[in-house]
C-alpha cells in the first residue's frame, strides 16, 4: 500500500479558497531528498512484514509505522512552502491521496503491532499519543501555515477556540448527566424487575430517533415550557440552543450507560455474592469489595461509548443554535468551502479518538488483575 | 454446639423444611443427606441466617441466633458453598483473609493467615498465593474455598455439598484430606451432601431428611444397620451390609496371626498339624513373602479323613496386593479376603511387616447386627 500511495498524487495546491485545485505528484513537486527517504522507510516496512513473527520485528514495525509519519509530515510542509509563493499570497495547499494513504498505513501498521503486543497500557497509550503529538509540534512551530484548513483556521482564530469550548462542555455536559441519571436507572432495572423492561424500551426507542430528528423535537416542548414559566425562561431555557442541545444528547447517551451498568451487574454470579454475603459483610462492604471492583471496568466502558457517541452527535447541536464545532461544519457545508468543513470534523475526531483511548487506558488501569484475559 | 427446636420454613404454601428438630455436639461432624429438593441447603442456610426460619428456634451454644447481629454471626461461622463462589478478582490470598480483613486484621497478619491455610490445605503458599481464582482448578478451588472458610478460626462449619463438582478420584482426595484435618481442628461441622458413601466416610452422625423432615438421625454404621423404614432402606440400597462395613476400622479387629520364616517352611510341613491355621512366611526382615498351603497325595477330603500327614508348600504373595493398613476399613479387608479366596488378610506396617491378621468369621459375626 505504501508504494502505491507513493505514486499517486501528493498535494494540492489553489490559488485562493474557492478556486479549482491542481494536484501534484511527490515526484513532481520539487522536493529533493524527502520522496526517497520515503521510498526507503516504506521498503523497510515491506521487509519487516515479509520478515515473519516476533517481538523484535514488532517492536521494528511500530518503529518503522512513527517514522513514516513523521517522514510524511515534514514533506508535505515542505511541499507547501515550494508550492506557496511570494506570487500567490492567497494561495493554499492541501494534502490529497497520497497523503492520506500514507498516514492510513501509519495507522494499520501501529495498530495491527499493538493490537497483540503484550506492552503495559500506558506504554500502548503513549505510542499511540506519539502521532497527534508530532501533529501538535508541526502546527506550533508555525509549519502548516500554508495548509487550507490551517488557514481556515488562522482566520477564525477566537471563533475556533470559543467553540472548541462549547463543544465540550455540551459533550461532558451532557455524558455528565447521562452518568448521573444512567447508573441509577440501570441499578434500578436490575434490582427491581419490573422495571427492566419499560427502561430498556424507553433508553432504546431514543436510540432509534434520528439525532436530527430528536434536536428538532426538543423545540417545541421546551419552547411551550419557556412561555409557560418565567423562571425557566429567566435561566436560559428556550425552543433552541443550549438547552434543548443538552437534554438530547443526554438522552442519547443514556443507552450504553443504562445497557452497561445493567450488564455489569447481572454477570456477577449468583456464588460470588452468597459467598460474599455469607462471610459476614455488610450492605456496604458487599458494594465495596465485591459489585464495585466487578462492575466499575464495565459500566465504565459504557460511559466511554458514551462520551464517543456524544462529541460526535454534539455536531448536529450546532443546527439549533447551541454551538460547537458543528457551527464550521455546516459553516463549511452552507458556502461550499470543503476544508472549513475539514477543519471542523478534524478536531472533532481527534477529541472523540483522544478521549477514546484515554478511556481505554483508565479501563484497562481499573480492571483488577483477576479479570484480564492477557495479565501483564 | 448447634441446636434446633422445631424449625420450620416456608414459602408461601411450600414447605422446604417441616418443624425440624436436631442437635450437633461441639467437635461432630454431622451430615445432612437426602434427595434433591428435600430441604438440605435450606436446613444449613438458617444457621447463619442466609435464611431467617418462618418459626423456631435454632441456637449455638445455647444463644440464639435470631438474637445475634448477622454480619458478626456469620463471621463467626465458616461457610463453603457448592459452587465455591470465589471472588474472581482477587489473588489466592486475598480470597483466603477475606474474613480476617472484614474484621479488621493487618495486612500482614492476614497473609500471613492464608500462608498457613494454604499449607494446611496442602497447597505450596509460593506457588498458589497469588493466582487468581480463573487460574485455579475444580479441586483447588473447592480447597481454597475451604481455606477460607476456616481463615478467621471460626468453631463452626457450613459445608453444602463441599466436594460435590469434582471426580471421584479427587473427591476421595478431598475428603481425606478434611478428615486429617478435623481430627487436627475439632470443629463443629454440618456438612450437606447427596452422596452416601461420602457421608459414611466422613461422618459422625448422619441426618437423613425427607420432604422437609428429619426421618432417622443416627451414626452412620446405626443407618445402614437399622433404617427406620422402607424409605431409608431404599435410600441406602442393598448392599448396606457391605458398606456398613466401611464404618469399622481394621485396628479394631486383628487377631493374632501364625507366622513363620522362610527357612522353617521345610521343618513345619514334617510336623503334626491338626486344625488348618492360615500360616503366614516370613522373608528376610520379617517382610511378608507368602502363605503356606496344604498339599495332599490323594485327592483332598478322602486323604484328610484317612488321618493321611499333611504337607505343606509356600504359595508367594505379593504384599501390596493382599495385605491391609491398620487404618484401612473392614470392607477393603473382605474386598481383599474375596480377591485372594483365604479365610484371612493380612495387617501390615508400613515396612510389609505382619502386625496381625483379619478372619472371615469376625466379619460375618459383625454383619449379624444388620437388620
Ligand atoms: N426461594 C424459594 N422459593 C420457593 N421455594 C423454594 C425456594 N428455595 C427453595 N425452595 C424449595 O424448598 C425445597 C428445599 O430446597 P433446598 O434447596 O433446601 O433443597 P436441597 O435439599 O438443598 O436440594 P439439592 O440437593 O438439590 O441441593 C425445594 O423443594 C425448593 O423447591
Ligand atoms: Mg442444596
Redesign the pocket.
Known amino acids: 500500500m505504501g508504494g502505491v500511495a507513493l505514486l499517486l498524487p501528493f498535494i494540492e495546491f489553489k490559488p485562493n479558497r474557492v478556486a479549482e485545485g491542481e494536484a501534484f505528484h511527490l515526484w513532481s513537486i520539487g522536493l529533493t531528498w524527502e520522496p526517497w527517504l520515503l521510498a526507503a522507510i516504506v521498503l523497510t516496512a515491506l521487509l519487516l512484514g515479509l520478515s515473519g513473527e516476533g517481538p523484535r520485528v514488532r517492536a521494528g514495525k511500530v518503529a518503522v509505522g512513527i517514522a513514516l509519519f513523521a517522514a510524511t509530515l515534514p514533506a508535505a510542509l515542505r511541499a507547501g512552502l515550494i508550492l506557496v509563493t511570494d506570487q500567490t499570497p492567497f494561495g493554499r495547499v492541501g494534502p490529497v491521496s497520497g497523503f492520506w494513504v500514507l498516514v492510513l498505513a501509519t495507522f494499520l501498521i501501529v495498530e495491527g503491532s499493538l493490537r497483540t503486543a503484550r506492552y503495559s497500557p500506558l506504554l500502548k497509550g503513549a505510542i499511540r499519543a506519539l502521532p497527534p503529538t508530532i501533529v501538535i509540534l508541526a502546527l506550533a512551530t508555525g509549519g502548516l501555515d500554508s495548509f487550507a484548513m490551517v488557514q481556515e483556521y488562522v482566520n477564525r482564530a477566537d471563533r475556533f477556540s470559543q467553540e472548541l469550548v462549547t463543544h465540550l462542555r455540551l459533550a461532558a455536559g451532557a455524558v455528565l448527566a447521562a452518568v448521573t441519571a444512567g447508573v441509577p436507572l440501570g441499578l434500578l432495572a436490575w434490582k427491581r424487575r419490573a422495571f427492566e423492561r419499560p427502561v430498556f424500551a424507553a433508553v432504546n426507542t431514543i436510540q432509534t430517533v434520528p439525532s436530527l430528528a430528536l434536536f428538532g423535537l426538543m423545540i417545541a416542548p421546551l419552547a411551550l415550557l419557556s412561555r409557560q414559566f418565567p423562571l425557566l425562561r429567566a435561566m436560559g431555557v428556550q425552543g433552541i440552543g443550549t438547552a434543548p442541545a443538552l437534554i438530547a444528547l443526554t438522552l442519547y447517551a443514556l443507552l450504553p450507560i443504562v445497557r452497561n451498568t445493567y450488564t455489569s451487574l447481572s454477570v456477577i454470579p449468583d456464588a460470588v455474592i452468597e459467598a460474599g454475603s455469607g462471610m459476614g459483610m455488610n450492605r456496604y462492604q458487599l458494594l465495596r469489595l465485591v459489585e464495585a471492583p466487578l462492575s466499575i471496568p464495565i459500566i465504565l466502558s459504557g460511559i466511554r461509548t458514551s462520551v464517543v457517541q456524544a462529541i460526535g452527535n454534539t455536531t448536529v447541536a450546532a443546527l439549533i443554535g447551541a454551538g460547537g464545532l458543528g457551527v464550521f461544519v455546516f459553516q463549511g457545508l452552507g458556502q461550499a468551502a470543503p476544508d472549513l468543513i475539514v477543519m471542523g470534523v478534524i478536531p472533532i475526531i481527534v477529541l472523540a479518538v483522544l478521549v477514546d483511548r484515554g478511556l481505554a487506558v483508565l479501563i484497562a488501569l481499573v480492571t483488577p488483575a483477576g479479570l484480564r484475559k492477557d495479565p501483564p | 454446639m448447634i441446636e434446633f427446636t422445631g424449625v420450620s420454613k416456608r ?1 408461601g404454601d ?1 414447605v ?1 423444611v417441616d418443624s425440624i428438630s436436631l442437635r450437633v455436639e461441639a467437635g461432630e461432624v454431622c451430615v445432612l443427606i ?1 434427595p ?7 436446613t444449613l442456610k438458617m444457621v447463619n441466617r442466609m435464611l431467617n426460619a418462618s418459626s423456631g428456634v435454632i441456637t449455638i451454644d445455647g444463644r440464639d441466633v435470631a438474637s445475634l447481629p448477622v454480619e458478626q454471626l456469620r463471621r463467626s461461622i465458616g461457610y463453603v458453598i457448592q459452587s465455591v463462589g470465589l471472588l474472581p478478582h482477587l489473588s489466592v490470598r486475598d480470597n483466603i483473609a477475606i474474613v480476617p480483613r472484614l474484621n479488621g486484621v493487618d495486612r500482614r497478619t492476614r497473609y500471613k493467615r492464608a500462608d498457613e491455610l494454604l499449607d494446611l490445605i496442602g497447597l505450596d503458599p509460593a506457588q498458589y498465593r497469588l493466582k487468581y481464582p480463573h487460574e485455579l482448578s475444580g479441586g483447588e478451588a473447592q480447597r481454597i474455598g475451604v481455606a477460607r472458610a476456616l481463615a478467621a478460626d471460626p468453631p463452626i462449619l457450613l459445608m453444602d455439598e463441599p466436594f460435590g463438582a469434582v471426580d471421584p478420584l479427587n473427591r476421595e482426595v478431598l475428603q481425606t484430606e478434611f478428615l486429617r484435618l478435623q481430627r487436627a481442628l475439632k470443629k463443629t461441622v454440618m456438612f ?1 451432601t ?1 452422596d452416601l458413601d461420602e457421608a459414611i466416610r466422613i461422618a459422625d452422625t448422619v441426618i437423613l431428611i425427607k420432604d422437609g423432615r428429619i426421618v432417622q438421625h443416627a451414626t452412620p454404621e446405626q443407618i445402614l444397620a437399622r433404617p427406620r423404614d422402607q424409605f431409608v432402606r431404599d435410600f441406602v440400597g442393598k448392599d448396606r451390609a457391605l458398606k456398613r462395613l466401611s464404618c469399622f476400622a481394621v485396628r479394631d479387629y486383628i487377631r493374632q496371626a501364625r507366622q513363620i520364616s522362610q527357612q522353617d517352611v521345610a521343618a513345619y510341613s514334617n510336623g503334626e498339624h491338626d486344625e488348618e491355621p492360615v500360616v503366614w512366611v516370613n522373608g528376610p526382615a520379617g517382610v511378608l513373602v507368602g502363605v503356606l498351603q496344604r498339599i495332599t497325595a490323594q485327592s483332598g477330603a478322602a486323604a484328610l479323613s484317612a488321618g493321611a500327614r499333611a504337607s505343606f508348600r509356600m504359595i508367594s504373595l505379593k504384599p501390596e496386593d493382599v495385605g491391609v493398613a491398620p487404618m484401612s476399613s473392614m470392607k477393603e479387608a473382605l474386598s481383599r479376603l474375596l480377591g485372594q479366596g483365604m479365610r484371612a488378610v493380612p495387617v501390615l506396617d508400613e515396612r510389609n511387616c505382619i502386625i496381625g491378621e483379619v478372619r472371615l468369621p469376625d466379619i460375618e459375626e459383625l454383619n449379624q447386627a444388620v437388620l
Open positions: 414459602y411450600t422446604a437426602g434433591s429438593g428435600c430441604g438440605k441447603t435450606t450437606v447427596h
